[in-house]
T-cell receptor, first 115, second 115 residues
Framework: ETGVTQTPRHLVMGMTNKKSLKCEQH?????MYWYKQSAKKPLELMFV???????ENNSVPSRFSPECPNSSHLFLHLHTLQPEDSALYLC??????????????FGPGTRLTVT | AQSVAQPEDQVNVAEGNPLTVKCTYS??????LFWYVQYPNRGLQFLLK??????LVKGSYGFEAEFNKSQTSFHLKKPSALVSDSALYFC?????????????FGQGTELSVKP
């Protein structure tokens, strides 16, 4: 176990549904991330939160809405998704100090299928 | 812009033989380089990193990587492959000036080790 948990592990939703993905880290880290992993594509960084403030949003569609209520929890709220949003969504955390000398710890991911 | 490339989609190795998974990088300034492994239905696990110092970096599960500045490479190696090493391997670089941290991943290399 990496100290990062994600729920649910699998999610099937219709295009009109609203659902949320949850991530929790037990490592005392100060930064959290959402990535999208699609088949045959590199991992795509979606959102970065540092000290509970969003510091990066890589032009992600507004149907994805992140929330970071504290340094241990990260949510990804989903609404009116498209079939092409089906992917593995990975959460990660790290302890950043501005030097770049740190690794990220990943959760097991949520396999999302949009029907 | 920082980037890494993994020129091989798949690497096949016989058990007991040495393995190499290739990665080249393009970064401005001093590179921060990482290797991660992803087993089926799991998140990414950190293997090793190069920040500075010795060009040969040792990591988890007997893996090591050699930083070669003249060839802008950071190949992952293991002297004797195991069937259990079969997984998806990602090379990544870090933007040290990005607040909150940002990993840029290669497209991944599928390693298959046959008995």
């Amino acid at each position: 176990e990496t100290g990062v948990t994600q729920t649910p592990r699998h999610l099937v939703m219709g295009m009109t549904n609203k659902k949320s993905l949850k991530c929790e880290q037990h490592l005392g880290h100060n930064a959290m991330y959402w990535y999208k992993q699609s088949a045959k594509k590199p991992l795509e960084l979606m959102f970065v939160y540092s000290l509970e403030e969003r510091v990066e949003n890589n032009s992600v569609p507004s149907r994805f809405s992140p929330e970071c209520p504290n340094s241990s929890h990260l949510f990804l709220h989903l609404h009116t998704l498209q079939p092409e949003d089906s992917a593995l969504y990975l959460c990660a955390s790290s302890q950043t100090d501005g030097t770049g000398d740190y690794e990220q710890y990943f959760g097991p991911g949520t396999r999302l299928t949009v029907t | 812009a920082q980037s890494v490339a993994q020129p091989e989609d798949q690497v096949n190795v016989a058990e007991g033989n040495p393995l190499t998974v290739k990665c080249t990088y393009s970064v401005s300034g001093n590179p921060y380089l990482f290797w991660y492994v992803q087993y089926p239905n799991r998140g990414l696990q950190f293997l090793l990193k190069y920040i500075t110092g010795d060009n040969l970096v040792k990591g988890s599960y007997g893996f090591e990587a050699e930083f070669n500045k003249s060839q802008t490479s950071f190949h992952l190696k293991k002297p004797s492959a195991l069937v259990s090493d079969s997984a998806l391997y990602f090379c990544a670089t870090e933007d040290p000036y990005n607040q909150g941290g940002k990993l840029i991943f290669g497209q991944g290399t599928e390693l298959s080790v046959k008995p």
